[in-house]
């Protein structure tokens, strides 16, 4: 079974700052996911990638399979950002193959 | 829908009671899966279905949880004589379907039901 390990579990920073949240895993994988979770419990898909960087607005998401570590960074962080940031691997045996990080907890200060 | 959808958001009951969850996935999904959370930790794997049979329930933690799937849409997780411990927040999720070798394909997550068994 995969073992996930993010950090840091928790990040406080000013609005603005460039956030780097790392996710390290032990097995190989078919993909990784990186998904946002807002007080309340929704869940939302940020990222899912198998290899190199993908981009979206001020989220950028990277993985390196040879290391097993990948990293979700936040340009320009905002308030509205603040949020759990969850990392999933998939060992592409089903379902049952996702295992999910604890989660890093974000808080971007006004 | 547009959307995963999850009723009841919220249910308190008490001990011994009997609880169902229910899920709508994004139309055509054919993968659908439930995961349970506890406060502080991330999801863990119940149960996924492939169309309308279970295709692993391994993570159903005892015979107290089943979930059925009739016509390969809605899903419903069903939970017998509830525990204190069964309170946690559990997330239901879709995806177009889940290939051997490939995994899931990108996920996506309802609001989850918060189920609270005083």
């Known amino acids: 079974k995969n073992e996930v390990e993010q950090s840091p579990q928790n990040l406080t920073a000013q609005e603005g700052e460039f956030i780097t949240i790392n996710c390290s895993y032990s097995?190989?994988?078919?993909?990784l996911h990186w998904l946002q979770q807002h007080p309340g419990g929704g869940i939302v898909s940020l990222f899912m990638?198998?290899?190199g960087k993908k981009k979206h607005g001020r989220l950028i998401a990277t993985i390196n399979i040879q290391e097993k570590h990948s990293s979700l960074h936040i340009t320009a962080s905002h308030p509205r950002d603040s949020a759990v940031y969850i990392c999933?691997?998939?060992?592409?045996?089903?379902?049952?193959?996702?295992?999910f990080g604890k989660g890093t907890h974000l808080i971007i200060q006004p | 829908g547009a959307g995963v959808s999850q009723t009841p958001s919220n249910k308190v009951t008490e001990k011994g009671k009997y609880v169902e969850l229910r899920c709508d996935p994004i139309?055509?999904?054919?993968?659908l899966y439930w995961y349970r959370q506890s406060l502080g930790q991330g999801p863990e794997f119940l149960i996924y279905?492939?169309?309308?049979?279970?295709?692993?329930d391994s993570g159903l933690p005892n015979d107290r949880f089943f979930a059925v799937r009739p016509e390969g849409s809605v899903s419903t997780l069903k939970i017998q004589r509830t525990e204190r411990g069964d309170s946690a927040v559990y997330l239901c999720?879709?995806?177009?379907?889940?290939?051997?070798?490939?995994?899931?394909?990108?996920?996506?997550f309802g609001e989850g039901s918060r189920l609270t068994v005083l």
């Open positions: 990638l198998s290899s």
């Open positions: 999720a879709s995806s177009l379907e889940v290939i051997a070798g490939v995994g899931t394909g990108e996920l996506f």
């Open positions: 139309s055509g999904h054919t993968a």
């Open positions: 279905f492939q169309g309308t049979g279970a295709a692993d």
């Open positions: 097995v190989g994988i078919s993909a």
């Open positions: 999933a691997v998939d060992s592409g045996g089903g379902a049952d193959g996702l295992t």
